[in-house]
């Protein structure tokens, strides 16, 4: 959340910047601002999107080769002009961008209140950039990188800055603890941003800062200490990832795009990792961890919103083929319930953007407690998939929408990979068995590509149901994640308020909403459990509800007891909700579209949760 970049070398600054911030807009859309060193310091802020940003500067000046910039996700402060970064210190020495929270930030106010301190804002930031200036002020040798450890010293919380100073022009100092920051490197010059989106059209090479890191980045120089000035080496990284990854290309929105992109970014997660004669699995990142893996007492999958979904469906296939225990944790409440863990717990952290701060803090509670901790992360280099002993990158791709699709469906074929292959090792499950659920797997994306090309019918139902006012989604077994999955992506991004149930559970409360005005979105492929859910249906129907159902081809029993069907392909009900959750997203995208929500940029959210 927030997504702050800046630049250093000899190019114009301002383009730098703008299309760094638009590409950083999935991370907070609030507020959006820039600082430019052109001899005089200009800061040009407001409230909104980057293209307010640009409207507002269209007649001043813009010039110069130094600048940073920011995108903002209110934390402290409501989301206007006076809020929005960059932020100045009271004696206009130093601007600075940040994202993260300042714990402690009261408390510095105060202090610095009482040593003659003014603020303009509501913000955290502001009192960071004070607290700066303050250290800058305290002595005649004092000197920026000094002055911004010394502060950063008495910080609680997290922070990714980027700080300039006026009287060291040719100097950006940037620091980061818990938000991530990626620094480029091009000849003379250098790039700083939370992710290498805005880094990657101008160089390939980059290098991840690491908590407590500071770096005094110079146009033709760089160096990396920590906040208590010891120096750090660096390492760097080459970036893998396109221009065309990041632009929406003939689609109108990221969201459709990456819901499309679907039976490319499944196969591209399991190709390399399924023998061609689907023979067998190979986890290359779990090799040389699989005997811990294979020792555990149980398995906890943790994650955040569809993320956590994913875990859903990961617990499920793990009992089932594996028989390993497994457990799900949101892990905002596992990081904070002193829950018993120890060196035979395996903690797996699920998270697109490897960036997302109650699942890292979660990890960090599982690894101290003595847990072996593992990754499965889209973004490559980010800091889940660092901090773990060992991790799968689904490889999803760039996801900029910010309802999550492409990275959810990667995740679930992880975990069927992994569930797979553990319950192969383990001698739970018969070698056709296994067989023939890797060739369900492969089979996946061509299933899939039948399903995209009924958007039309899709988009047809979602006019019919688009004013509803809520919406119920039923699903059972493997489905049920599904349904809540599907309810998660109506509600975010359509603003219509939708819950997601486990459809056995309908009587005991959710059927009291059921009259002729609710949508019921019932997941009812056929599988074990689907005499079960057609008795639901029948209780819905009963009722009056208008029923959408996703159903498997030629199921001629339920497209005439409901109202509206999604078919998808027959499948093995292990792989089904990889087929099953993409006409729900589809569903959920064309609501949203003919609601005239922003489907990309839905309000009060922001990709990369890096607040807790
Ligand atoms: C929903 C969505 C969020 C994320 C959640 C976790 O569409 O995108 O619920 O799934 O914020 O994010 P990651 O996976 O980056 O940890």
Redesign the pocket.
Same mark, same amino acid.
């Given at each position: 959340m927030c997504g702050i970049v800046g630049y250093i070398g000899d190019k114009n600054v301002y383009p730098i910047l703008i299309s760094g911030l638009q590409r950083l807009e999935y991370r907070g859309y609030d507020s959006a601002g820039i600082a430019i060193f052109n001899g005089d310091l200009n800061v040009y802020k407001c409230k909104g999107r980057v293209s307010d940003l640009e409207n507002h500067v269209a007649d001043k000046d813009t010039g110069g080769h130094v600048g940073i910039g920011h995108t903002r996700w209110a934390t402290h402060g409501e989301p206007n002009d006076r809020n929005a970064h960059p932020h100045t210190s009271m004696n206009g020495n130093f601007v600075l961008v940040h994202n993260g929270i300042i714990e402690n930030y009261a408390e510095l106010k105060t202090t610095l209140q009482k040593k003659g301190f003014t603020f303009q804002s509501d913000t955290d930031t502001e009192v960071l950039v004070n607290l700066i200036e303050y250290f800058y002020q305290s002595g005649e040798e004092m000197d920026a990188e000094t002055a911004v450890r010394l502060a950063l010293s008495k910080v609680v919380g997290a922070y990714g800055i980027v700080v300039f100073c006026k009287n060291e022009k040719n100097r950006l100092i940037a620091a980061r603890k818990g938000s991530p920051l990626v620094i480029g490197l091009g000849r003379g010059e250098y790039f700083i941003a939370s992710d290498a989106s805005p880094i990657v059209e101008y160089t390939d090479s980059v290098i991840y800062l690491n908590d407590l890191d500071v770096a005094i980045i110079n146009k033709d120089s760089l160096t990396l200490k920590t906040v208590e000035n010891a120096p750090v080496p660096f390492k760097v990284t080459k970036v893998d990832m396109s221009i065309g990854d990041l632009e929406k290309g003939d689609f109108d929105h990221f969201m459709l795009k990456e819901i499309f992109e679907q039976p490319k970014t499944i196969e591209d997660t399991f190709r390399g990792r399924i023998k061609p004669d689907h023979s067998d699995i190979v986890l290359g990142g779990l090799l040389d961890i699989f005997p811990k893996i294979m020792q555990a007492r149980r398995i906890i999958l943790i994650?955040?919103? $569809? =993320?956590w979904h994913a875990a859903l469906v990961g617990e499920y296939m793990i009992e089932e083929y594996a028989r390993v225990p497994v457990e799900v944790e949101y892990a905002s409440e596992f990081r904070y319930r002193n829950p018993i863990l120890d060196k035979n717990d395996v903690v797996i952290a699920i =998270?697109? +953007?490897g %960036? $997302?701060a109650d $699942?890292l803090a979660a990890l960090r509670m599982a690894k101290e407690k003595g847990a072996t901790i593992l990754g499965i992360c889209n973004v490559v280099g980010s800091s889940i998939a660092r901090e773990t002993d060992a991790g799968v990158y689904t490889h999803a791709g760039v996801e900029i929408g /910010? #309802? =999550?699709t492409k #990275?959810f469906t990667a995740q679930v074929t992880v975990l069927t990979l992994f569930a797979l292959k553990l319950a192969k090792e383990k001698g739970q499950i018969a070698p056709e068995l296994y067989g023939s659920l890797i060739h369900e797997l492969a089979e996946v994306p061509d299933k899939l590509k039948s399903i995209l090309v009924m958007h039309p019918h899709i988009k047809e139902v979602a006019a019919k149901y688009k004013d509803a006012i809520n919406a119920l989604y039923l699903g059972r077994g493997y489905l049920f994640p599904v349904a809540l999955e599907g309810a998660?992506?109506l509600k %975010?991004i359509s603003y219509m308020h939708a819950e997601g149930y486990a459809a056995g559970e309908m009587k005991h409360g959710p059927i009291a909403l059921v009259d002729d005005n609710l949508p019921v979105v019932v997941v009812a492929a056929k599988d074990s459990y689907y005499e079960k859910i057609v008795s639901n249906i029948q209780e819905v129907k009963a009722r009056r509800g208008n029923i959408i159902a996703v159903v498997t081809e030629g199921d001629d029993t339920l497209k005439a007891m409901v109202n509206d069907v999604f078919e998808i392909p027959k499948s093995h009900p292990f792989v089904t909700p990889l087929l099953a959750v993409v006409p729900l997203q589809l569903f959920s995208y064309y609501i949203a579209v003919m609601r005239g929500c922003d489907v990309d940029q839905p309000r009060n959210l922001a990709? +990369? /949760?890096t607040v807790e």
């Amino acid at each position: 959340m927030c997504g702050i970049v800046g630049y250093i070398g000899d190019k114009n600054v301002y383009p730098i910047l703008i299309s760094g911030l638009q590409r950083l807009e999935y991370r907070g859309y609030d507020s959006a601002g820039i600082a430019i060193f052109n001899g005089d310091l200009n800061v040009y802020k407001c409230k909104g999107r980057v293209s307010d940003l640009e409207n507002h500067v269209a007649d001043k000046d813009t010039g110069g080769h130094v600048g940073i910039g920011h995108t903002r996700w209110a934390t402290h402060g409501e989301p206007n002009d006076r809020n929005a970064h960059p932020h100045t210190s009271m004696n206009g020495n130093f601007v600075l961008v940040h994202n993260g929270i300042i714990e402690n930030y009261a408390e510095l106010k105060t202090t610095l209140q009482k040593k003659g301190f003014t603020f303009q804002s509501d913000t955290d930031t502001e009192v960071l950039v004070n607290l700066i200036e303050y250290f800058y002020q305290s002595g005649e040798e004092m000197d920026a990188e000094t002055a911004v450890r010394l502060a950063l010293s008495k910080v609680v919380g997290a922070y990714g800055i980027v700080v300039f100073c006026k009287n060291e022009k040719n100097r950006l100092i940037a620091a980061r603890k818990g938000s991530p920051l990626v620094i480029g490197l091009g000849r003379g010059e250098y790039f700083i941003a939370s992710d290498a989106s805005p880094i990657v059209e101008y160089t390939d090479s980059v290098i991840y800062l690491n908590d407590l890191d500071v770096a005094i980045i110079n146009k033709d120089s760089l160096t990396l200490k920590t906040v208590e000035n010891a120096p750090v080496p660096f390492k760097v990284t080459k970036v893998d990832m396109s221009i065309g990854d990041l632009e929406k290309g003939d689609f109108d929105h990221f969201m459709l795009k990456e819901i499309f992109e679907q039976p490319k970014t499944i196969e591209d997660t399991f190709r390399g990792r399924i023998k061609p004669d689907h023979s067998d699995i190979v986890l290359g990142g779990l090799l040389d961890i699989f005997p811990k893996i294979m020792q555990a007492r149980r398995i906890i999958l943790i994650g955040c919103g $569809t =993320s956590w979904h994913a875990a859903l469906v990961g617990e499920y296939m793990i009992e089932e083929y594996a028989r390993v225990p497994v457990e799900v944790e949101y892990a905002s409440e596992f990081r904070y319930r002193n829950p018993i863990l120890d060196k035979n717990d395996v903690v797996i952290a699920i =998270s697109q +953007s490897g %960036e $997302t701060a109650d $699942t890292l803090a979660a990890l960090r509670m599982a690894k101290e407690k003595g847990a072996t901790i593992l990754g499965i992360c889209n973004v490559v280099g980010s800091s889940i998939a660092r901090e773990t002993d060992a991790g799968v990158y689904t490889h999803a791709g760039v996801e900029i929408g /910010v #309802a =999550s699709t492409k #990275a959810f469906t990667a995740q679930v074929t992880v975990l069927t990979l992994f569930a797979l292959k553990l319950a192969k090792e383990k001698g739970q499950i018969a070698p056709e068995l296994y067989g023939s659920l890797i060739h369900e797997l492969a089979e996946v994306p061509d299933k899939l590509k039948s399903i995209l090309v009924m958007h039309p019918h899709i988009k047809e139902v979602a006019a019919k149901y688009k004013d509803a006012i809520n919406a119920l989604y039923l699903g059972r077994g493997y489905l049920f994640p599904v349904a809540l999955e599907g309810a998660l992506k109506l509600k %975010e991004i359509s603003y219509m308020h939708a819950e997601g149930y486990a459809a056995g559970e309908m009587k005991h409360g959710p059927i009291a909403l059921v009259d002729d005005n609710l949508p019921v979105v019932v997941v009812a492929a056929k599988d074990s459990y689907y005499e079960k859910i057609v008795s639901n249906i029948q209780e819905v129907k009963a009722r009056r509800g208008n029923i959408i159902a996703v159903v498997t081809e030629g199921d001629d029993t339920l497209k005439a007891m409901v109202n509206d069907v999604f078919e998808i392909p027959k499948s093995h009900p292990f792989v089904t909700p990889l087929l099953a959750v993409v006409p729900l997203q589809l569903f959920s995208y064309y609501i949203a579209v003919m609601r005239g929500c922003d489907v990309d940029q839905p309000r009060n959210l922001a990709k +990369s /949760v890096t607040v807790e």
